[in-house]
């Protein structure tokens, strides 16, 4: 049977419910956690889930509780949203945002074109028509950029371009392209230094590694290890300011798992890993 998950929303002290991630995972063996799938603990939608590359852990040689074994930081997944009003300001958004992603490094944000994400970054331009003579064009353009959890309302950072055109351009067409290359490198370069900021201060991911019980010379029973993930979902739920968590692997060899979390940084000045160190070693005593 699945149980609902009880999570604290982000700022308010309101309980929601929260859904129990549903699949199968390693062995056959119902876990109820499927790999890929995001639970949100606070607010919202999480990020999609995509696999990440598993690492083989060292197999403990007994082990009475669950123990995590290692934690090293991920990137953030953002999503870039054009926006506009017209059709002229839809189409400069999808150019201004297409040339703004090829900026951004691998070092600065996963890039993700669909499903969920952590980020939104909204490009919204606006065009306005200063002199016209014939087929030749005079404009400037504003393009506000946006960022904004994918989880919540909650905005991080937002800039205003603006651009001038200093002279009249023969073709509406190329008059608005003129727009595009300046705008993206205004707005890759904000949104890099925006990224680095969250990613210091406000917005942690994180993939942690997770040794299950482990019996001395007894082979791996997959229905516990598949109660023991579930348990540890169930445990992830109960965290406060947790964005969400994400069952992202599992080696049913040597009964290691992998979990993507998302958290905000300053409500764990112990570092995430001490907190869920602390909070799954319980499992097995329960």
């Given at each position: 049977m699945k149980k609902a998950f009880n999570c604290k929303v982000f700022g308010m002290g309101i309980v929601a419910g929260c859904f129990l991630l549903a699949g199968c995972v390693g062995a056959g063996t119902d876990t109820k956690v499927e790999i890929g799938s995001t639970t949100v603990n606070n607010f919202g939608s999480g990020p999609t889930g995509e696999k990440v590359s598993e690492e083989?852990?060292?197999?403990v040689a007994e082990t009475q509780k669950i123990i995590l074994l290692d934690d090293h930081k991920d990137l953030l997944r953002l999503m870039l949203k054009p926006d506009g009003a017209s059709s002229d300001e839809k189409g400069l958004a999808r150019n201004i945002a297409q040339q703004t992603a090829g900026a951004l490094s691998g070092d600065d944000a996963k890039i993700v074109t669909g499903g969920v994400c952590d980020i939104h970054l909204t490009i919204r331009p606006k065009l306005t028509q200063i002199d016209r003579d014939g087929?030749?064009?005079?404009?400037?353009?504003?393009?506000?950029?946006?960022?904004?959890?994918?989880?919540?309302n909650r905005i991080f950072g937002s800039k205003t371009i603006q651009i001038v055109s200093p002279r009249?351009?023969?073709?509406?067409?190329?008059?608005?392209?003129?727009?595009?290359?300046?705008?993206?490198?205004?707005?890759?370069?904000?949104?890099?230094?925006?990224?680095?900021?969250?990613?210091?201060?406000?917005?942690?991911?994180?993939?942690?590694?997770?040794?299950?019980?482990?019996?001395?010379?007894?082979?791996?029973?997959?229905?516990?290890?598949?109660?023991?993930?579930?348990?540890?979902?169930?445990?992830?739920?109960?965290?406060?300011?947790?964005?969400?968590?994400?069952?992202?692997?599992q080696d049913n060899e040597n009964g290691t798992c992998q979990y993507r979390v998302v958290y905000f940084i300053s409500a764990y000045p112990g570092g995430i890993a001490n907190a869920v160190s602390a909070l799954v070693g319980t499992i097995a005593q329960q």
């Open positions: 083989k852990a060292k197999p087929d030749y064009y005079r404009m400037n353009c504003s393009v506000v950029v946006e960022m904004k959890s994918a989880a919540s009249r351009v023969l073709g509406k067409e190329a008059t608005v392209s003129k727009f595009e290359e300046p705008a993206a490198k205004a707005a890759s370069e904000w949104c890099r230094a925006e990224l680095q900021r969250l990613t210091n201060s406000e917005i942690g991911s994180t993939i942690l590694t997770m040794q299950l019980r482990t019996v001395k010379d007894e082979e791996r029973d997959p229905k516990r290890d598949a109660a023991e993930i579930n348990a540890i979902s169930e445990q992830l739920a109960k965290l406060p300011n947790l964005i969400s968590y994400e069952l992202v692997g």
